[in-house]
């Protein structure tokens, strides 16, 4: 794998140093709303875009990229949906295996036919195991991909599915709860995927409020996504990321 993205993501586990991405879901923001929200996540200092969601319905996938490419240098990385949904405008993608589920399409099958076409792309691969964990109510993800969520209570199964991702090789852990979870994951099996893998741990879905992100990253989330609560309200942005970096200056 290329030096870059992903050292600076692992130097951030090894330091301690939590990270902020927010998830810009190119179908929902309109052109307007996103130069909000940029314009805040900049002063925010927020560490990462995440740009996906798991349908594209529109054509906005590389407008936002050149939005984002305007106005800051914060690396973008894709958070594929689908085979369909890469630009090379991006700076990286996340190469999604879905280790939660059973389906063997999205366990290794799509990445068959996508992997030449990475091959060829100036895009950083961050080999990642996503783990989808149950937040209460049935989201796109679990619809669409044909798989059942991890239950919310079974930190046991999270921690022995996240640590066989690792020993496979991968370099991320990506628990996530849905766009719009009801529930967002508990500290205590974040706690537990955390102290069980020695690979960056990012956590998302659900998350809408400051102290729901501190927690997270006390509890051992390495980047804390947050995309929904933003959307809705942009100004929330500085709040999280102040409250997730908070941590960092504590020596
Ligand atoms: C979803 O983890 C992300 O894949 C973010 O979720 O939109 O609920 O913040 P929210």
Known sequence: MEPGLYDSIS???????????VLIDPDK??????????????EANVDYFFIGGSLIVNNMLDQCLDSIKKLCDIPMILFPGNSFQLSYKADAILFLSLISGRNAELLIGKHVITAP???????????TGYMLIDGGVPTTVSYV???QPIPASK???????ALAGQMLG????YMDAGSGAKNPIST?????????INIPLIVGGGIKTPEKAYENVKAGADIVVVGNAIEKDPQLVKEI?????????VT
């Open 117 to 127: 076409y990475l091959k060829m792309s100036p895009l950083q691969i961050l080999p």
């Open 145 to 147: 991909s044909n798989t």
């Open 11 to 21: 130097e951030g586990r090894r330091s301690g140093k939590k990270k902020m991405a």
């Open 241 to 249: 990321a102040d409250a997730i970096h908070s941590v960092n200056l």
């Open 170 to 173: 991968l370099k991320l852990i």
């Open 29 to 42: 923001v309109r052109i307007s709303n996103i130069q909000e929200v940029l314009k805040l996540a900049v």
């Open 188 to 196: 205590s099996m974040i706690e537990a995927v955390s102290q069980t």
């Open 155 to 161: 930190d046991d199964v999270a921690m022995c599915t």
